[in-house]
Every structure is written in C-alpha cells, then in structure tokens.
C-alpha cells in the first residue's frame, strides 16, 4: 500500500552566479582574459572600457529590477525613434551576432596593427607604452624535427632511405632519443608508406642521423647517447677510458661502483676521476639543447610584491583588474522597452531577452570585482603570515603554514583559499613563488615551536651540500644531525624530503 509522507529537508546549494564566481576564482591571470573575451562574443551587454563617460542614473535601479511589470497604459519615450515591431526580438538577435562579428575583426584588425591604433588591449590607454601593457617579446627559434630534416637534405639518400630518415626523425622524442624499436619503425614505414624496409637498412640510415647534430641525437638509450657524444670528442686518455667504462662497466658506472671499475681495469683513482669528469660534462637530454617549441613560455604572475624601505607594497597584476562596463545602448534599449505599450507577446520576449544580458554582463562585472578582493584578501593574509621570508627572501624564515590558517584569517572557506592557492603565483625581489609554495606542515622542536618543512628541508639540503662527496652521509646520520639541531625528525621523513628535493640517496652522491 503506497503512503504519501511529508519530510522537510535542509539543503544547500550554488546558485548559478556563485558557480561562475568559482569558476572565475581558480583561473589563472594568463586564462582571464581570454575567459572574458569569450564573455563579451556571447553577451554583447558586456562592454570594455572605463566608466568616465557619463551613466544613466536609472540604470542601476534597472539591473536590480528584477520583476518589471508591463504597465499598458505607458507610451513610448520621446527619445526613442521607431517603432518597435513584431520581429523586434529577432532584430535584436541579428544585432547581436553582427556584434559578435565585429569584436572578432576587432581583435585581428588589432593583431595585425602598429601600437598607434587603440585596440582591444590598449582600450582607454593614453598611447604611451607602459610596462605592464608592452607585450614580451617571444622568441623565434627552429624545432629540433625542423634542424635535423635540414640536416637530412644535405646527405646524397635515395628516395627509400630519404623516407626512413624522414620516419626516424618522426620517431624521436623531445629529449632526443629514439625509444622505438627497430621493427616498429619498420611495420610503420611498411602500413604507412608501402616500403618495405628490414631492419638492417632501418640500422644503416639511424647511424647516418646520428652523426647529426646535437651530438647524442638519435640514440636508442643513456649509454649509446653518451657514447656518441664522446666519439665527437678529441680521443685522449680520459675520453678513451671513458667510452671502455660505459661500454664494458655500465653498470658499476650507474651504481658508483667505483672500487670494482679500478680492480677491473687495474687504474689508479686519478684516472678513473678524469673519465668521470669527462663523462659528467656530457648532455644526458641532446634534444633540450634545441627548442622543441617555436615559443618560449613565460609565467605571468597573479601579484606584484615590492619593497619600499620595509613597507611591503602589494598589486595585482593588471590583467586581473579589467575595465569593464554594461552597454549604454542596451541599457537604453531595455529602458524604450520598458516605457513603451507591452501588448504584443514577442515585445515582452524582447524585454525578458535584453533583461537577461543586462542582468548577465552585471553579474559577470560582480565577480570579476569579488575576484580581485578575494585574490588580494588572501595574498595580504600569506604576505602578513609569512612577513619575515617577504622581507629577506630567506627559505628558513619561512612559518608553518596550512590553508586552514588562512581560512581563518580572512574569514572564508577552506576551499576558496585552495582555489587562489592552487593556480596563482606573485613576483617578488627574489623572483617568481607559487603560493602553494608558503604552505608547509610543521616539525615540532625541542623548544616546543614548529618549525616550517621547508625551514627543515633548507637545512637538510645544506647539510648534504657541506657533505664530504667521498663519504656521503646516510640518512640515519642525517637524521641524527637534525635531532642534534632540535628538530624532532624520523629517518623516513628525511627520506621522504630528500625524495622531494631529488637528492640521490648515500651511495649515488659519491665522488672520488
């Protein structure tokens, strides 16, 4: 038997302009503006541009008008010219897409512009360059497939071994190897091509693009990739025992079974430390060394900390500070519409369509500006935490500090503060920090403070740079030197940070 029961529930959830906040929060400065020049296509209330230029005074009292009613007793407004029609819904739809039209040749007009015409960027600029508004510079340079195809066309192949070589360099990845093997590239060139190829002739053409540059290019792992560099070099007694080291003793080589190398080899230590200086000088990634990017990236910093006679200065980078406005155009449409006779069905559509993208554009304009307080409120909540690193830049200065602690401080969730900390950094005199890097865990100390991880991690690193290289210590003995020091620490956790820091364990940090 079905029973019909009533229950009240409590629940909570985002309205849709909370959703869009969010959304905005956890972007990065170099997305923002392409986030609001999407804004802008879709919804052409949404202008550029300061608001210098005089208001209406009714238009703040329209936008929160959220039930116009539609008195038909109202005539149209005298300033309004024409008369509005039935298809005055689809007129305004058209008008729209013409906009959207427009701004994009705006922005390609602009692209392909000198400075002297006022664009997309430079709108309400005084025609100066400023620092924050001159576009870096990106620098040109070939690819590392665009080098070695160049150096593929001076050899004399024929037209098989010139599509085994254009394969082969298709096969190399960004750090100048070739992990592929053999007869793959040949079951590729056979499917693909129709050539048949063997693995020998594959061989053949490989050693031939290995002579390219740079040197160790091509090569099908570490070892051979150091050998080839080494066959570049003048043949002298280091680089000689070098190339027998990594052929015959690899393996103690990558162990630092250096003891074993000597007994073997029946040489001094002196000898066998010029083969290992010779062998460390040596490019373990040859494709780095030319860009596998026509770009260079850059960081764009969220924040902009300057120190002015210790007084810490704290601005957000300009592109999060947009000037934007509601267009005057729709606002007086929406406000003809509004004083004009409402009886035909559509013009109410038109009405509730134009109130939509006033209300849109004026909820947009809202988060952007609760965006910008919420990144400063937060960054000035980090910089005032952590006020002695700001100061000197000293690792070790730096506190314990957890998104919770933030939280606290400037009186929101523990999830805004994660999606500011998550994808924002500032610039500081001593460079470029993500935020997530001022939050660390604490280590309790014999003095009963806690000390920073990063604090403990800074002193581990010196403790291993001061280090005798012969005789690198283990991590028990790392463990016990920072206990000495008051720092209450296990050995796995001096394991653990180590691994984070990339430092090798004892017995890869040797050095004769």
């Known amino acids: 038997m079905q029973r019909l029961d009533l229950k009240q529930l409590l629940s909570q959830k985002l309205s849709p302009q909370q959703i869009q906040f969010i959304k905005l929060l956890q972007i990065p400065t170099a997305e923002l503006e392409a986030r609001i020049k999407e804004e802008m296509e879709v919804n052409p209330a949404l202008e550029e541009g300061d608001e210098d230029e005089p208001e ?31 298809d005055a819904t689809d007129d305004l739809r058209q008008e ?60 004399n192949l024929d037209e098989k071994q010139q599509a085994i070589g254009m394969q082969l360099i298709g096969s190399i990845d960004a750090d100048g190897y070739i992990r592929r093997d053999l007869s793959s590239i040949s079951n590729d060139l056979a499917f693909s091509q129709n050539i048949e190829a063997s693995e020998d002739e594959i061989e053949e053409v490989l050693h031939l693009i290995q002579s390219f540059d740079p040197p160790g290019i091509a090569a099908r792992d570490l070892q051979e990739c150091l050998l080839l560099q080494l066959e570049r070099r003048d043949q002298d007694d280091a680089t000689v025992l070098a190339e027998k080291i990594l052929s015959d003793f690899y393996e103690e080589f990558t162990k ?39 770009r260079a990236q850059y960081v764009i910093p969220d924040f902009i900390l300057t120190n002015d006679n210790g007084n810490l200065n704290l601005s957000l980078n300009s592109r999060n500070a947009p000037d934007l406005r509601i267009s005057r155009s729709y606002a007086e449409m929406f406000d003809a519409y509004e004083k004009s006779a409402k009886t035909d069905k559509k013009l109410k559509e038109t009405v509730t369509f134009v109130k939509q993208k006033l209300d849109a554009a004026k909820w947009f304009i809202d988060a952007i500006k609760q965006r910008q307080n919420t990144l400063l409120r937060t960054m000035e909540a980090i910089i005032k935490y952590q006020r002695e690193f700001f100061m000197e830049g000293d690792e070790s200065k730096l506190r314990p500090m ?27 005199e001593f460079g470029i920090y993500p935020l997530k890097y001022f939050f660390s865990e604490g280590i309790a100390t014999d003095s009963g403070e806690d000390a920073s991880s990063r604090e403990v991690k800074h002193i581990l690193k010196e403790i291993i740079d001061k280090e005798n290289k012969k005789k690198p210590l283990s991590d028990e003995k790392i463990e016990q030197m920072l206990n000495e020091k008051g720092y209450n620490i296990a050995r796995r956790t001096v394991a653990k940070y180590r691994e984070q820091l990339n430092i090798p364990v004892a017995r890869l940090r040797k050095e004769l």
């Open 56 to 86: 209406r005074s009714d238009d703040e009292d329209l936008l929160n008008d959220e039930d116009a009613d539609f008195d038909e007793n109202e005539g149209l407004d005298d300033d309004f010219e024409g008369e509005i029609t039935s």
């Open 96 to 155: 729209e897409e013409v906009r959207a039209e427009e701004n994009n040749d705006l922005d390609l007009a602009d692209y392909l512009q000198d400075d002297d015409i006022a664009g997309y960027k430079m709108q309400g600029d005084t025609g100066g360059d400023t620092e924050e508004d001159r576009e870096m510079p990106i620098v040109g340079s070939s690819t590392l497939t665009d080098a070695l195809i160049d150096q593929l066309g001076f050899l």
């Open 256 to 294: 630092k079974h250096y003891s074993k190398i000597e007994n073997k080899l029946g040489i001094e230590e002196d000898d066998l430390k010029e083969a290992i200086n010779a062998i460390v000088k040596l490019n373990p990634k040859p494709g780095g060394s030319v860009a596998s990017s026509g």
């Open 402 to 428: 957890i998104l919770k602690d933030i939280a606290e401080e400037i009186s929101m969730d523990i999830s805004t503060v994660s999606r500011v900390a998550n994808s924002k950094s500032i610039q500081t």
